[in-house]
Each structure stands twice: as C-alpha cells, then as structure tokens.
T-cell receptor
C-alpha cells in the first residue's frame, strides 16, 4: 500500500532564507508525486508534480522539488522564502498501477518569519 | 480558469440527520473524489468515482456514506445519519484521468454536527 511521510509537523524559516519541506514515500513501482498548499480556510492548491524525466521539477510561486529515487524522497524547496508562503503543505502520491486516488502525507506547517 | 465548486460552504446539522454535500467538478474531467479533513489536519481519502461507479473507497466510507452523479454535472456525497465525529471539512476534487494528472480541489464544505 502506498504511504507518505512528512517528518516535520512545523518548519520555521526567516524571510529571504531558503526553505525545505521534507517528504518521503512508499509505493510499488514508479510513483507519481505531488505537492499541494493549503491556506487558512481554503482548499488545496496544486503546486507541482513529478511524473517522469528530470528529477528537479519547478512549480508555482517559485517552488521546486527534487525527486530522489534511492532515498524515496520528494522534498519541496524554495531559494528565498516569503512571509506569504506561510501555509500548510501536503505531499501526495499516486500509485500508477494500483490506484487512482491520491494519498496525502500528514502535512507540514510552514511559518516564514519577517 | 475552470474550477471545482462546492455548496454549501458551511452546513450545520443535528446528529442523526441526513446531509447532502454538493460538488460541480470541472466539466471535462473523468475522475471524481471526496476527501475530508478534520481540524485542519490530515487529508483523508473517502471515495473515488469513475464511469458512474465507485472505483475505490476507504474504510471511512462505510454504509452511512454514498455518492451519486445524478445529472452528468453534479457529484454529491450523502451521509445518511450523521455522527458527531463526521464533523470535518469535506473536499471534492476532480482530475482529467486516473494516472499522471493532478487533482483539482474545491474550497470545501465545513460540516458541523451538533
């Protein structure tokens, strides 16, 4: 069965500093991996995805993520954090063989301090 | 830009009552989902729907839950006899296919059972 772990409940970073939100996954075969962001009282917004090809994928709002197959990780990164990036971030996996649904990690709350 | 719409935004109901949560997925999408989120925490999969039938469901989706696509545009989630623990934010999502595309989420319906 597929699963997603986000080892940090909370990440604090100063504005202007680089940020990393960690994600590891477990799935049979080659995974489809996604990052979503949730602002207070809002739905989930798609940021980026890895399907195949280049391990570094770029997404919305200056975010990028690196797929590492040997470490089964898909960490979200941004070179310079903004206060407006403060939100709840979810990593998700979709198993291309065994299921069409998205399995989400527990979420990481990112706080960017001015 | 096309979006998933959900109504109502907030529903308060008495324990034991039936509720219907409504969603209008993006028009050319083929896969539809319901997820729920309790107190801004983990996003939990309930059910996926394709070709007018349930394709996957979780353990949460017991006999009290049902889904329907009554008219080719709406996608509804019915809870027959609500319990206090059904209080959550319910998200509808849709995706163009069941493989490598992302899901698009609605803004959610906050269900409060009293």
């Amino acid at each position: 069965a597929q699963s997603v772990a986000q080892p940090e409940d909370q990440v604090n970073v100063a504005e202007g500093n680089p940020l990393t939100v960690k994600c590891t996954y477990s799935v049979s075969g080659n995974p489809y991996l996604f990052w979503y962001v949730q602002y207070p009282n809002r739905g989930l917004q798609f940021l980026l995805k890895y399907i195949t090809g280049d391990n570094l994928v770029k997404g919305s709002y200056g975010f990028e993520a690196e797929f590492n197959k040997s470490q089964t990780s898909f960490h979200l990164k941004k070179p310079s954090a903004l206060v407006s990036d403060s939100a709840l971030y979810f990593c998700a996996v979709r198993d291309p063989i065994y299921g069409q649904n998205f399995v989400f990690g527990p979420g990481t709350r990112l706080s960017v301090l001015p | 830009e096309p979006e998933v719409t959900q109504t109502p935004s907030h529903q308060v109901t008495q324990m034991g009552q039936e509720v219907i949560l409504r969603c209008v997925p993006i028009s050319n999408h083929l896969y539809f989902y319901w997820y729920r989120q309790i107190l801004g925490q983990k996003v939990e999969f309930l059910v996926s729907f394709y070709n007018n039938e349930i394709s996957e469901k979780s353990e949460i989706f017991d006999d009290q839950f049902s889904v329907e696509r009554p008219d080719g545009s709406n996608f509804t989630l019915k809870i027959r006899s609500t319990k206090l623990e059904d209080s959550a934010m319910y998200f509808c999502a849709s995706s163009p296919d069941g493989t490598n595309t992302e899901a698009f989420f609605g803004q959610g319906t906050r269900l409060t059972v009293v």
